[in-house]
């Protein structure tokens, strides 16, 4: 009889808590891509994305054995690939807490604010991923937490060590940025419409 996907999950995490290098690649291979996309949400970077990863799985590996097997693994290994994106932030957080984003509105403000609703249901996956890259490190990742991942401020601004009041901020800078955005790209995509 042929295992189910999550029997063999099972076997495979059981495999990681014994450390066999076996099973701990074939974890890491099942869900790389997985936690590849979400690290992706978190910086502009591919590259800063897989060191995201690797680092999210180096604590898979040494926390394995508290995972509680009557929860969704993906649930699990998404949190923790979060919480290391914000690690990561928070290390090179010299520069991007203190970026300031006003230099850039100006060149928004010369575009036309026309507005069409039914463009954003013709945006893609792609599309959508390109804007919130166009973000400064820390709008993004206050955007991503609130928006995506339904955190409120108090545990955002916990998370990322700043006051409450900031992760309001730089939650409406990053809707505004997006709006701004969005009419950029309406408006250069839809021009000889």
């Keep these: 009889m042929a295992s189910t996907d999550g029997d063999n999950l099972e076997i495979i995490i059981h495999g990681c808590i014994r450390k066999s290098e076996k099973y701990r690649e074939m974890l890491y291979k099942k869900f790389f891509g997985y936690a590849l996309s979400v690290a992706m949400l978190y910086t502009n ?48 957080n010299r520069v991007s807490l203190l970026l300031d984003t006003d230099t850039l509105s100006a060149q928004f403000q010369s575009q036309s604010q026309s507005q069409s609703p039914e463009v954003i249901s013709h945006l893609t996956a792609k599309e959508i991923i390109t804007m919130l890259n166009c973000l400064p490190g820390i709008h993004k990742t206050v955007f991503c937490l609130y928006e995506i991942e339904g955190y409120n401020h108090e545990e955002i601004a916990r998370q990322l060590s700043i006051p409450i009041s900031s992760s309001r901020v730089y939650l ?6 997006l709006r701004e955005l969005y009419q950029v790209y309406f408006n250069s995509n839809h021009k000889y419409e």
């Design 45 to 92: 970077h591919r590259n800063d994305a897989i060191e995201i990863v690797d680092d999210s799985f180096i604590k898979v590996f040494s926390e394995i054995e508290r995972f509680d097997m009557s929860q969704p693994f993906k649930g699990w290994l998404r949190k923790i690939v979060i919480n290391s994106s914000i690690d990561r932030l928070r290390r090179n």
């Design 172 to 177: 409406a800078r990053a809707k505004q940025r």
